[in-house]
């Protein structure tokens, strides 16, 4: 089994396979949402730079993660790009001047400092969430993700689909190699040597059978749950139930020390940018 496929929970002896998985969500929540709506690059650089000790502490595996960093990475060049087509100038007009590479701000299809610095802000936005959310998805048991939901607060209804979608998407995984090596052996090429046409269509006839595999596993977990008669009563017990301890403590005062820095920034930026070019 391709390794580069299967993304989901693995036990690892770390400190942050040990924390809550509430820990784990409202850590990723409140640095994603901090990080999305900033444009301070000293900020987006420090954060990226805990996301990465924090990966590499998570004893990860690049080999594990490689398909879909590459596939994050090709969609995040793709984004940059129309950005540019679309707005070239759009650096120039947040910023509120102009130090040109290519061509004078008269053009539509020009170059600029500015407009360098706005896209490599973009390139951090999407960077420093990746590690954060492979260490979120890789070190948190799904049902222990889902007591630790249900304690703060959240329905457990709410917190068994969270945990079944978590669980689930290894499955998903599998079954898509599985369909894959079906199609192949069937004499459908869909590696890497096939023409790209030739893989899209080969990707669509795996689509469709996992489409129906996956219908096929919700009605059977559904009716399941409904013979044991789940969500009839209001509260339930967990069996892997986690108590905050006291280094979940610990990591919410980081986080919350993180996100009030990045507060602070915006008075002190006068907004959500930072221009280093005033």
Do not use: C
């Amino acid at each position: 089994m391709n390794s580069q496929l299967l993304i989901g929970y693995t036990a690892r002896d770390t400190f942050l396979n040990r924390l809550s998985g509430s820990t784990k969500l409202i850590g990723f929540v409140a640095l994603s949402i901090i990080g999305m709506v900033t444009y301070d690059t000293r900020f987006l650089l420090g954060v990226l730079l805990i996301s990465l000790i924090l990966f590499h502490f998570s004893k990860i595996k690049y080999h594990e993660v490689a398909f879909v960093l590459q596939v994050i990475v090709a969609f995040a060049i793709l984004n940059l790009v129309m950005v540019y087509v679309f707005a070239p100038s759009y650096g120039i007009t947040i910023y509120g001047t102009h130090h040109m590479i290519l061509g004078s701000p008269d053009h539509y299809f020009n170059l600029s400092w500015e407009q360098l610095f706005y896209e490599f802000n973009l390139l951090l936005k999407y960077i420093f969430a990746v590690p954060l959310a492979l260490i979120f998805l890789m070190t948190t048991n799904p049902s222990e993700f889902a007591a630790s939901l249900n304690k703060i607060g959240v329905s457990y209804r709410i917190s068994y689909s969270v945990a079944i979608a978590l669980r689930y998407i290894p499955d998903v995984q599998n079954d898509y190699r599985t369909i894959s090596l079906a199609q192949q052996a069937r004499g459908y090429e869909i590696s890497r040597k096939a023409k790209l046409m030739t893989r899209a269509r080969g990707a669509v006839q795996i689509i469709m059978p996992l489409i129906l595999s996956s219908l096929d596993r919700i009605e059977i977990i559904s009716q399941a749950m409904e013979l044991r008669r789940f969500g009839h009563n209001k509260k339930r017990t967990w069996y892997m139930a986690q108590p905050f301890k006291r280094n979940d403590y610990l990591a919410l005062i980081i986080i919350v020390l993180i996100v009030l820095v990045g507060i602070a920034l915006f008075k002190v930026n006068g907004g959500r940018f930072w221009n280093p070019f005033k």
